[in-house]
């Protein structure tokens, strides 16, 4: 199993440009989330899924978007990007349940200039 | 806003030293999780606990999980190079589904 796969690794924004962020995992998870992490701040949730079809909004979701058309994929777009939004991006997955031991994508480290 | 504290924010340690962490929060508390960070990398799960009371370990690493259930501790034994990193706690509040996150401490280690 690959497990849970970001890309890209890094990118750089300018103000007001959009993207996707892509986060896949092979485990068939039903849970995923996104967090971001900033200096001082640990790791806060900016959207979650709880299967296919279902998403909703965690402690930082304003500026964000996401889906979750299948098991294995849950992007997270980022409409007009803003220098607020440079952060350190992890996407995670875990299975339903009671254990909440999540699992970690490598990250994406994102510029907004 | 943040629901647990995580201490101490940073520590430097000489190899071969043991090490604690802890986190409290006022809320009571259904999980308590352990991550790792390495630099450049997504946490990865150490020790999950579900019980008050429960002690848990894995290798030289041991965390339990308070009577009170608001807080828990990790510690670190005979500390060596790779144990250098970034130590999370994370846990479930009870009556929630949501992880929360603890701030981190940043372990250095002088050889």
């Known amino acids: 199993n690959a497990g849970v796969t970001q890309t890209p690794k890094f990118q750089v924004l300018k103000t007001g440009q959009s993207m996707t962020l892509q986060c896949a995992q092979d485990m068939n998870h039903e849970y995923m989330s996104w967090y971001r992490q900033d200096p001082g701040m640990g790791l806060r949730l900016i959207h979650y899924?709880?299967?296919?079809?279902?998403?909703d909004q965690g402690e930082v979701p304003n500026g964000y978007n996401v889906s979750r058309s299948t098991t294995e994929d849950f992007p997270l777009r980022l409409l007009s990007a803003a220098p607020s939004q440079t952060s350190v991006y992890f996407c995670?997955?875990?299975?339903?349940?009671?254990?909440?031991?999540?699992?970690f994508g490598p990250g994406t480290r994102l510029t907004v200039t | 806003g943040q629901q647990l504290n995580q201490s101490p924010q940073s520590m430097f340690i000489q190899e071969g030293e043991d090490v604690s962490m802890n986190c409290t929060s006022s809320s009571i508390f259904n999980t308590w999780l352990w991550y790792k960070q390495d630099p450049g990398e997504g946490p990865v799960l150490l020790i999950a606990?579900?019980?008050?009371?429960e002690l848990t370990s894995n290798g030289r690493l041991t965390a339990q999980f308070g009577i009170t259930r608001k807080d828990s501790f990790l510690n670190i034994s005979a500390s060596i190079p790779s144990d250098v990193g970034i130590y999370f706690c994370?846990?479930?509040?009870?009556?929630?589904?949501?992880?929360?996150f603890g701030q981190g401490t940043r372990l250095t280690i002088n050889p």
């Open positions: 995670a997955s875990r299975r339903p349940g009671q254990t909440y031991e999540q699992y």
């Open positions: 606990l579900y019980k008050a009371g």
């Open positions: 899924s709880v299967g296919a079809g279902i998403t």
């Open positions: 994370a846990g479930t509040i009870q009556g929630a589904q949501k992880l929360v």
